[in-house]
């Protein structure tokens, strides 16, 4: 008898692990004889398991910035399937593990998810006096489903400055790889195309393209502290081109704007304003005069049709610009003079508009939410995101050490820019990646407010036994 069969009948479990090897080898190799892209589908398969058995958050985060509940086609597998149902599925036993398993309450975000409890109520209240409730309820659908199960199961996992570098770092990874796979699409845009990867439409891939920039800026701080500068120019000169091209070739203008003044204010709060500053005025001057001097940069500019960063907002009504805006926000203080403290309902809001668009919003989150809730919702939200920018100014205040400062830095910029991105785009589903980092955002002030009075108590306590010596 051989060495191995010995083994496994003296240890059961080697025994299961040994047939079941077995097993994969030839399941993987029948496979090969039916097609060849069967055994790396499988290979990768396999791999993402105990990648998720290690990381539990990553198989969330890809669910969360798909952002499709139902069947989605574009992400189709076969059979009726399509990736992101298999993401939906798999985050159920790691919701369920990680509430089984939650050990301290401390740093769990209880104002955001009350407040998206709450909001969630509330839009489904609004599916009983909607004219739009086929569209309404892929609202309800997407915060009952994804929304309210990721907030929840961040809260629960993220506990300490570890975990939301761990989260962050996914983040950035996951966002490195959509900026690939869109600047390999960008030679496949016509006719005027943006440029958008399974994320969403062009808007929510730009402005995760800014999320993903901004990401790697606070990382490339952490290096750089750590005394590994050469490492984190390299990665900053290396990734910052991409991430910008592909905004740009989205063709949204206010993720690009939100994302200037958030990296200025991160530049701000670790103390390099005034040098970027400096290089920002340099670059511009080359460019302003490159582009007098140069008449392929005049051409270039005029003739770049994938992108609608330089078409005129003025001319294009109903197509995400300016005019459209203007319209969209008159059209909607009439709705709100019609119903004030009710709203028109979940989805209601374009009943009345006569447009070609299938899911019709006024891109603004306060407008949506008090045009379709009332002004009620509306001070709610309000009070809620002024709460939140008084905890994210204390979280900078607190004397943190080094690193979590940045890292604190680098959530209060992701907010902002958020904020700032759902003022101008998408509805409150396209919204949704903002309530992703306002709660990594109140948990960070959460654990650095128990962080500082930890160091307080323990300067104190050394106060003490000096004096006491």
Known sequence: M???????????????????????????????????????????????LLAMVRYPELNLILYYITGKVGFEERLALGWGVSGNQILQLLC???????????????????????????????????LLYTGNPEYGATKVTGYLLLVLPGVLYLGIRVRNFEGLQKVMLMLLATTVIMMVMGLRGITQLHDGARLAVFGGGSIVYARLMGTGELLL?????????????????????CFTPGFLVSMYFAGSKGPLIALL???????????????????A???G???????????????????????????????????????????????????VAHSPLLGVGTGGWGVQRRLFEERIYPHNIFVEVVCEYGLGMAFLMAAYFGWLAWRAYSLTRIPLPRRQHIYASGLVACVLFW???????GDVIDNRNLWLFLVL????????THVARENQAGSIATGTLIGAA
Request: hydrophobic share 55%.
């Open 217 to 237: 800026l606070t990382f490339a701080t952490v290096l750089r502290h750590d005394g590994h500068r050469r490492l984190a120019r390299l990665g900053v000169f």
């Open 92 to 126: 159920i036993p790691c919701l369920a593990l990680a509430i089984a398993t939650r050990a301290d309450a401390r740093t769990f975000p209880k104002a955001t998810v009350a407040f998206l409890v709450t909001f969630t109520i509330i839009m489904t209240v609004g």
């Open 2 to 48: 051989s060495t191995a069969v010995r083994v496994m009948l003296r240890d059961p479990r080697q025994a299961s692990l040994w047939l079941l090897a077995g097993a994969s080898v030839v399941a993987v190799a029948a496979l090969a004889c039916v097609s060849p892209m069967w055994p790396a589908c499988v290979l990768l398969g396999v791999a993402y």
């Open 281 to 283: 005025g340099v670059i």
């Open 261 to 279: 003044v958030s990296f200025l204010t991160f530049a701000l709060l670790n103390r390099f304003l005034r040098r970027t500053l400096l290089w």
């Open 285 to 335: 001057i080359v460019l302003a005069g490159a582009t007098m001097r140069s008449r392929t940069l005049q051409d270039a500019a005029t003739l770049v049709t994938a992108s609608r960063i330089f078409l005129d907002p003025r001319a294009n009504i109903s197509k995400g610009s300016y005019g459209s805006r203007v319209d969209f926000f008159q059209y909607s203080s009439g709705l």
């Open 419 to 425: 904020f700032m991105s759902v003022q101008v785009s």
């Open 441 to 448: 955002l109140e948990i960070a002030t959460r654990v650095g």
